[in-house]
T-cell receptor
Framework: LAKTTQPISMDSYEGQEVNITCSHNNIATNDYITWYQQFPSQGPRFIIQ???TKVTNEVASLFIPADRKSSTLSLPRVSLSDTAVYYCLVAATASGTYKYIFGTGTRLKVLA | ETGVTQTPRHLVMGMTNKKSLKCEQH?????MYWYKQSAKKPLELMFVYSLEERVENNSVPSRFSPECPNSSHLFLHLHTLQPEDSALYLC??????????????FGSGTRLTVV
Protein backbone atom coordinates (compact mmCIF):
# COMPACT_ATOMS: atom_id res chain seq x y z
CA LEU A 1 0.00 0.00 0.00
CA ALA A 2 1.06 3.53 -0.63
CA LYS A 3 2.10 5.55 2.36
CA THR A 4 2.96 9.11 3.11
CA THR A 5 6.31 10.27 4.43
CA GLN A 6 6.73 13.50 6.35
CA PRO A 7 9.42 14.87 8.66
CA ILE A 8 8.71 13.75 12.20
CA SER A 9 9.17 17.19 13.73
CA MET A 10 10.01 20.79 12.95
CA ASP A 11 10.71 23.87 15.01
CA SER A 12 10.04 27.41 13.90
CA TYR A 13 9.83 30.89 15.36
CA GLU A 14 6.82 33.14 15.45
CA GLY A 15 6.35 35.16 12.29
CA GLN A 16 8.28 32.78 10.06
CA GLU A 17 6.91 30.88 7.09
CA VAL A 18 6.83 27.12 7.59
CA ASN A 19 6.88 24.61 4.76
CA ILE A 20 6.10 20.95 5.43
CA THR A 21 6.61 18.49 2.60
CA CYS A 22 4.85 15.16 2.25
CA SER A 23 6.00 12.40 -0.08
CA HIS A 24 3.29 10.20 -1.61
CA ASN A 25 4.87 8.29 -4.48
CA ASN A 26 1.90 5.98 -5.13
CA ILE A 27 -0.94 8.43 -4.96
CA ALA A 28 -4.10 7.29 -6.72
CA THR A 29 -4.78 9.02 -10.04
CA ASN A 30 -8.04 10.65 -9.05
CA ASP A 31 -7.34 11.33 -5.42
CA TYR A 32 -7.13 14.62 -3.60
CA ILE A 33 -4.28 15.55 -1.27
CA THR A 34 -5.62 16.80 2.02
CA TRP A 35 -3.82 18.28 5.01
CA TYR A 36 -5.08 18.21 8.57
CA GLN A 37 -4.04 19.91 11.81
CA GLN A 38 -4.39 18.19 15.18
CA PHE A 39 -4.08 19.67 18.66
CA PRO A 40 -3.63 17.40 21.71
CA SER A 41 -6.77 15.48 22.72
CA GLN A 42 -8.74 16.78 19.74
CA GLY A 43 -9.69 15.35 16.39
CA PRO A 44 -7.78 16.41 13.27
CA ARG A 45 -9.10 19.52 11.55
CA PHE A 46 -9.22 20.03 7.78
CA ILE A 47 -6.79 22.73 6.64
CA ILE A 48 -6.55 22.58 2.87
CA GLN A 49 -7.08 20.24 -0.06
CA UNK A 50 -5.82 20.16 -3.63
CA UNK A 51 -5.43 18.02 -6.70
CA UNK A 52 -2.66 19.75 -8.63
CA THR A 53 -0.72 23.02 -8.90
CA LYS A 54 -1.37 25.52 -6.13
CA VAL A 55 -4.26 26.09 -3.78
CA THR A 56 -4.53 28.93 -1.28
CA ASN A 57 -7.04 29.66 1.42
CA GLU A 58 -7.17 31.98 4.41
CA VAL A 59 -4.83 29.85 6.55
CA ALA A 60 -2.41 28.05 4.21
CA SER A 61 -1.16 27.32 0.72
CA LEU A 62 -0.66 23.92 -0.86
CA PHE A 63 1.87 23.36 -3.62
CA ILE A 64 1.61 20.22 -5.74
CA PRO A 65 4.11 19.48 -8.54
CA ALA A 66 2.98 18.09 -11.87
CA ASP A 67 3.86 14.49 -11.00
CA ARG A 68 1.83 14.74 -7.76
CA LYS A 69 4.32 12.53 -5.92
CA SER A 70 4.73 15.10 -3.19
CA SER A 71 3.02 18.15 -1.79
CA THR A 72 4.08 21.04 0.40
CA LEU A 73 1.95 22.74 3.00
CA SER A 74 2.96 26.35 3.53
CA LEU A 75 1.92 28.22 6.68
CA PRO A 76 2.64 31.95 6.42
CA ARG A 77 3.79 33.84 9.51
CA VAL A 78 3.17 31.14 12.12
CA SER A 79 2.13 31.94 15.66
CA LEU A 80 2.38 29.98 18.91
CA SER A 81 -1.15 28.68 18.34
CA ASP A 82 0.03 26.86 15.20
CA THR A 83 1.94 24.41 17.38
CA ALA A 84 0.28 21.12 16.44
CA VAL A 85 0.71 17.91 14.47
CA TYR A 86 0.14 18.22 10.72
CA TYR A 87 -0.89 15.25 8.58
CA CYS A 88 -1.18 14.79 4.85
CA LEU A 89 -3.69 12.25 3.66
CA VAL A 90 -3.91 10.51 0.31
CA ALA A 91 -5.53 7.31 -0.84
CA ALA A 92 -3.70 4.01 -0.92
CA THR A 93 -5.22 1.60 -3.38
CA ALA A 94 -5.43 -2.10 -2.69
CA SER A 95 -7.46 -4.56 -4.74
CA GLY A 96 -9.53 -1.77 -6.23
CA THR A 97 -10.54 -0.30 -2.92
CA TYR A 98 -9.37 2.96 -1.48
CA LYS A 99 -7.88 3.14 1.99
CA TYR A 100 -7.05 6.41 3.62
CA ILE A 101 -4.14 6.00 5.95
CA PHE A 102 -2.82 8.68 8.21
CA GLY A 103 0.95 8.73 8.55
CA THR A 104 2.89 9.73 11.63
CA GLY A 105 2.46 13.41 10.85
CA THR A 106 4.83 16.32 11.46
CA ARG A 107 4.97 17.76 14.95
CA LEU A 108 5.44 21.52 14.52
CA LYS A 109 6.62 23.51 17.49
CA VAL A 110 6.48 27.29 17.19
CA LEU A 111 8.81 29.12 19.52
CA ALA A 112 8.48 32.69 20.78
CA GLU B 1 -18.18 22.67 17.18
CA THR B 2 -17.34 20.70 14.06
CA GLY B 3 -20.76 19.21 13.35
CA VAL B 4 -19.61 15.82 14.64
CA THR B 5 -20.41 15.28 18.33
CA GLN B 6 -18.94 12.50 20.43
CA THR B 7 -20.04 11.43 23.88
CA PRO B 8 -18.76 10.92 26.45
CA ARG B 9 -15.59 13.02 26.24
CA HIS B 10 -13.90 10.90 28.90
CA LEU B 11 -14.58 7.33 30.00
CA VAL B 12 -12.92 5.13 32.59
CA MET B 13 -13.97 1.51 32.58
CA GLY B 14 -12.93 -1.76 34.13
CA MET B 15 -11.91 -4.72 32.04
CA THR B 16 -15.19 -6.51 32.74
CA ASN B 17 -17.47 -3.55 31.99
CA LYS B 18 -19.62 -2.95 28.95
CA LYS B 19 -19.88 0.60 27.66
CA SER B 20 -20.72 2.40 24.43
CA LEU B 21 -19.31 5.40 22.63
CA LYS B 22 -21.70 7.57 20.67
CA CYS B 23 -21.13 9.74 17.62
CA GLU B 24 -23.65 12.00 15.92
CA GLN B 25 -23.12 14.09 12.79
CA HIS B 26 -25.28 17.00 11.69
CA UNK B 27 -23.67 17.48 8.29
CA UNK B 28 -25.80 15.27 6.07
CA UNK B 29 -22.79 13.08 5.30
CA UNK B 30 -23.17 9.53 4.01
CA UNK B 31 -20.05 7.93 5.47
CA MET B 32 -18.86 7.59 9.06
CA TYR B 33 -15.66 6.23 10.54
CA TRP B 34 -14.12 5.12 13.83
CA TYR B 35 -10.42 5.79 14.40
CA LYS B 36 -8.20 4.86 17.34
CA GLN B 37 -5.29 7.04 18.36
CA SER B 38 -2.89 5.67 20.96
CA ALA B 39 -0.26 7.86 22.58
CA LYS B 40 2.16 9.24 20.00
CA LYS B 41 0.97 6.83 17.30
CA PRO B 42 -0.73 7.45 13.97
CA LEU B 43 -4.47 7.33 13.73
CA GLU B 44 -5.63 3.78 13.05
CA LEU B 45 -8.74 3.28 10.96
CA MET B 46 -11.06 0.80 12.69
CA PHE B 47 -14.39 0.78 10.87
CA VAL B 48 -16.00 2.44 7.87
CA TYR B 49 -19.73 2.79 7.29
CA SER B 50 -21.28 4.01 4.06
CA LEU B 51 -25.03 4.61 3.95
CA GLU B 52 -25.33 2.64 7.20
CA GLU B 53 -23.59 -0.40 5.78
CA ARG B 54 -20.26 -1.52 7.21
CA VAL B 55 -17.83 -1.52 4.33
CA GLU B 56 -14.56 -1.94 6.15
CA ASN B 57 -13.33 -3.63 9.30
CA ASN B 58 -9.58 -3.32 9.71
CA SER B 59 -8.89 -6.50 11.71
CA VAL B 60 -10.33 -5.00 14.85
CA PRO B 61 -10.77 -7.40 17.82
CA SER B 62 -14.33 -8.54 18.46
CA ARG B 63 -14.38 -6.78 21.81
CA PHE B 64 -15.09 -3.67 19.72
CA SER B 65 -18.52 -3.82 18.07
CA PRO B 66 -19.74 -0.96 15.85
CA GLU B 67 -23.34 -0.09 15.12
CA CYS B 68 -24.76 2.41 12.63
CA PRO B 69 -28.55 2.63 13.00
CA ASN B 70 -28.84 5.53 10.53
CA SER B 71 -26.58 7.83 8.57
CA SER B 72 -26.39 10.35 11.41
CA HIS B 73 -25.45 8.07 14.29
CA LEU B 74 -22.57 5.72 14.95
CA PHE B 75 -21.86 3.71 18.08
CA LEU B 76 -18.87 1.72 19.28
CA HIS B 77 -19.84 -0.93 21.83
CA LEU B 78 -17.04 -1.97 24.14
CA HIS B 79 -16.76 -5.11 26.26
CA THR B 80 -14.00 -7.01 28.00
CA LEU B 81 -11.39 -4.46 27.03
CA GLN B 82 -7.70 -4.62 27.86
CA PRO B 83 -5.52 -1.84 29.30
CA GLU B 84 -3.77 -1.51 25.92
CA ASP B 85 -7.13 -0.41 24.47
CA SER B 86 -6.79 2.86 26.36
CA ALA B 87 -6.65 5.56 23.69
CA LEU B 88 -8.44 8.48 22.08
CA TYR B 89 -11.30 7.19 19.96
CA LEU B 90 -12.27 9.50 17.15
CA CYS B 91 -15.35 9.52 15.01
CA UNK B 92 -15.32 11.16 11.57
CA UNK B 93 -17.72 11.66 8.72
CA UNK B 94 -17.43 12.55 5.05
CA UNK B 95 -19.82 13.31 2.24
CA UNK B 96 -19.14 9.94 0.65
CA UNK B 97 -16.92 6.96 1.37
CA UNK B 98 -13.33 7.78 0.70
CA UNK B 99 -11.77 11.18 0.60
CA UNK B 100 -14.38 13.50 -0.82
CA UNK B 101 -14.21 17.25 -1.25
CA UNK B 102 -13.29 18.90 2.08
CA UNK B 103 -12.13 15.58 3.45
CA UNK B 104 -13.20 14.22 6.79
CA UNK B 105 -14.82 16.07 9.66
CA PHE B 106 -13.72 14.72 13.02
CA GLY B 107 -15.33 14.88 16.41
CA SER B 108 -13.36 15.83 19.52
CA GLY B 109 -12.97 12.22 20.54
CA THR B 110 -13.57 10.09 23.61
CA ARG B 111 -10.56 9.59 25.88
CA LEU B 112 -10.91 6.00 27.07
CA THR B 113 -8.98 4.59 30.01
CA VAL B 114 -9.25 0.88 30.79
CA VAL B 115 -8.29 -0.04 34.34
Amino acid sequence: LAKTTQPISMDSYEGQEVNITCSHNNIATNDYITWYQQFPSQGPRFIIQGYKTKVTNEVASLFIPADRKSSTLSLPRVSLSDTAVYYCLVAATASGTYKYIFGTGTRLKVLA
Amino acid sequence: ETGVTQTPRHLVMGMTNKKSLKCEQHLGHNAMYWYKQSAKKPLELMFVYSLEERVENNSVPSRFSPECPNSSHLFLHLHTLQPEDSALYLCASSQDKGQSRYGYTFGSGTRLTVV
